[in-house]
């Protein structure tokens, strides 16, 4: 074994005296190393598993689909410059009747090519893929196969545009279409619920009725391949057949569900961890501030002794960087753990065919490195101001520091402040940079709390927004294509079905000047109950006659305002373009919404009104009936028992808010404890023979205490208010940071909301304010007057 | 060559000058023009009144610090044209120091402070060995805090001893003790300067302590005032205050 040098084992030994304020501070920055390296890991795990994932089953660069296209197009489309591969496929809905299942499930029905799929390839799972030639046999995806217990050899019903079929399963498979599998209308993916189903083309295309034709196309891009000129051509090629406007990966919703979800951890990754890498070094630069300034005649003594400036520095900077280690180790540990449960988090949500875990090590030396820089960049001053000390003047007492008579003296004599009082505003006064960046620092706590109860608050509120407010129906039946407006009244008898409201959704190009925007218009009668439209303030709006209600957020993308004319192209009848005027703008935080009365767009649309989909309000009593009834309702694509989606949304979501509180609360309490107990310390070791002095005047412990924390104490009160400010700051940054097409969260700050981070963070305060006021309860005093400084 | 060795003084200045606070109302002359040689091997004691200057002389030529004006050599080399770095080396390699409060680090047994030393010079002596020769093997596992004044102040002398140093720079070494355990400090003293023939500057403002000197130095205002030589020299353990 190497032989410790004596320097080396004096390091070890004073790290060990200041274990309590090394460890509140390793464990700071530990929470900096795992939160960068779970989110970066993270990011870079996803990343990596989902190009490995795709570039295996061969994913498609550009979707699109169309109404129904003759098969001949598909050769058109390879010629188009820049394209690899094109495979067309019939798809469809299906309504499932399962055995065992009270309630239907829902579909997806993709067609399966006779030699076997070249773009968007199913992974076989289980089993084998259905026979191209056989008439009844499918593959399902294994999640779906898994959670309703079905196995290869199993058999369920499918109602297909109509038509009752039975159909055996011979294989599970997964797909990276699908590796966060939404079900139609669904908040999340649902297992048992929702099935991809994958059929020879012959049995797929008969079935959905689209012989010799493909209503969805796939395409591979060459290297180097421009994506918007094939996305320009394949919708020239598509659009005398319906076609609905090609896209890139990023409108894929499996896709953009995932890139959502990166860039969340992305921006975590960025805006956290530095708060704590600051906070972290700005605690090694107080306590090896104090430590260098105690040990004066030390350094002097080293100098004295031969040691080199830089052996010095080094000395001291090993100090911070045995802080950095035991914080990089805590964070290492933690952020693995916090790593798994992440891991195991995204296998509920997402189908991959490994685990997401991260596994390289360049996460961990990154996060390691710059827990180091962050410790040394903290020590570096301090370690320099010892390289510096001049030995003859190192080895001389320091002279006492300077205190003069202020304003804020003359000021505190108007206000009568007791002896005690002016000491501690001295003491503030003494180093207002260090007492401004300790306020700051109990400021973070209480700004993260802040922040994180912002995030529950503002899920509340679209959770109440959304389904209390605007989607109030039970259930909805999605039918598959449009069909005439009777088809409410069928609806509203079905069995527990208590009030029927129809409603029109049509895929359309908005435009306004050069802004174009793709969407799915909504339209529906006036007066209805069950799904409202809100506007700005929550309040319902009734759908004018005339012109179009419009979300904020659509507004903005396409630059609208109230009055403004905006033009609707409907993506699958090319020319039957008309413009509408901008009625209102709407507030809504899932999705973009653009909404017409039925009848008005009916009329410029010159058709009788259409119908693609029923929300209902159910009785209660009645639901296993209803479910019966809707395994056979013709023209049905899915049924969404939307109080299911509500509670399993809520309950979700409900568990995500524990866990993050939990995590956010120990977070905002290292922090607190981290800050005011090295404050606390080090004003301790500072007044000590002040202190000391005091009681020996016979000032009673409390006072003497009164003088020590009264000092912590003012600077967590002046906390307060700038966590607010800085907990609001970060939640408007959220707000803006979340803000896309899937969704939007409202700033919701409550006063509440504050109190309890002021709560939270001034209990932690108190408590390390208590573990220092032991130390001046069991102050010796003979020996604290005796020791030189 | 060998002569001109033998008769080479371990230190030598020549009108040796340190100013503090230059420039300002403040200015304090701690030398003034000092001109000084002293010769190898000798014990010699610094005498003066408080603030006439002795630390001041004895920091510049322990390299722990400049000075002002003048030159000072150390057996030949030129102390006031090193850097930093140069008198950093020149302390590791031949200066050993011993301090009135005798400068122990808190956090490291005996041991381990002389082991401070022998960790970094060239030629060191066994920590054990230099602990042994100020009488203190029995103590080498206690940290300061476990120790008598006159036994921390002992091994600060192992300490500078440690390395072998050309000379040995004591300033009021006895300052913080009382007289009994004075002497014993005094007699590590004489003991290393009587085998090792190390020269040994001992500062002091206490007038007893000069009789135990080959040579004594008295220090008025930043000025050598008197240099005498003493015929006969009393033990360390018959000097007391
Ligand atoms: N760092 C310093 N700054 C200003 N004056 C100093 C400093 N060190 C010593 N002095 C002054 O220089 C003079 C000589 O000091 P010093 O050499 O310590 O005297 P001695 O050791 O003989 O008591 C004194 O007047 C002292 O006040
Ligand atoms: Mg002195």
Known sequence: MVKLHALDRKLLRDVWRLRAQALAIALVLGCGVAIFLTAFGMVGALEATRAEYYAEQRFADIFASARRAPNALLGEMAEIDGVRAVEGRATGWAVLDLPGRAAAASGRILSLPPEGARINVPLLVEGRLPDPDADREVAVTARFAAASGLRPGDSFAAIVEGHRLELVITGAVRTPEFIYALPPGGLMPDDEGFAVIWMPERAAASALGLSGAFNDVALTLRRGADPAAVIEAVDRILSPWGGSGAHERDLQTSHAFIDAEISQLRSMAVVLPPVFFGIAAFLVNIVLGRIVALERAEIGLLKALGYRNREIAVHYLAMAGLIAVAGTLIGWGAGTWLARGMAGLYARFYDFPWLVRPEGWDSYAWSGLIGLAAASLGALRSALAAARLAPAVAMAPPAPPRFRRSIVDRAAERLNLSQPGMMVLRGLLRWPLRAAMTSLGLAFGVAILVASSFMTDALDRVIDIAFFRTFRQHATLALAGETPLGVTLDAAHLPGVLRAEPQYDLPVTLRHGHLSKRLALNARPPGGELMRVLDTSDRPVELPPEGMLISRQLADQLSLVVGDMVLVEPSERSGEGFEVPVAAVTGQYLGLGAYMDLDALSARLRQAPRVTSVSLALDPAALPEFRAATKQVPRLAFVIMLHEVRDSFRDTISENVGRNTLLFVTIAVLITVGVAYNGARIQLSERARELASLRILGFTRSEVSFVLLGETAVLALLAQPLGWAIGSGIAVLMVNGFDSDLYRVPLVLTPANFATASLVTLGATAAAALLVRRRVDRFDLVSVLKTRE | ?241
């Open chain 2, 1 to 241: 060559m060998t002569e001109a060795a033998a008769t080479q003084p371990v230190f030598r200045a020549e009108g040796l000058t340190k100013v503090y606070g230059e420039g300002s109302t403040a200015e304090v002359r701690a030398l003034d023009a000092v001109d000084l040689s002293l010769p190898e091997g000798e014990l010699v004691v610094l005498l003066g009144p408080s603030g006439s200057g002795k630390s001041t002389l004895l920091n510049i030529l322990g390299g722990l610090d400049h000075a002002s004006g003048g030159r000072a050599w150390f057996r030949g080399t030129e102390l006031t044209a090193m850097t930093d770095r140069q008198l950093t080396r020149y302390r590791r390699d031949h200066v050993g120091f011993v301090f009135q409060f005798y400068n122990l680090v808190p956090s490291l047994t005996a041991r381990e402070n002389v082991e401070l030393v022998t960790d970094v010079a060239t030629h060191p002596l066994p920590a054990e060995e230099a602990l042994a020769l100020v009488g203190l093997s029995a103590r080498t596992d206690h940290f300061p805090a476990q120790m008598s004044g006159g036994e921390q102040q002992r091994v600060a002398i192992a300490r500078a001893i440690a390395k072998r140093p050309g000379v040995l720079l004591c300033d009021e070494p006895t300052g913080a003790l009382d007289s009994r355990t004075g002497t014993t400090v005094l007699a590590a003293l004489d003991e290393v300067n009587a085998r090792f023939g190390t020269t040994t500057l001992v500062i002091t403002h206490n007038a007893g302590i000069r009789r135990m000197a080959h040579r004594v130095i008295r220090f008025q205002d930043g000025r050598v005032v008197e240099v005498s030589v003493n015929d006969t020299r009393v033990p360390a353990a018959e000097i007391s205050w």
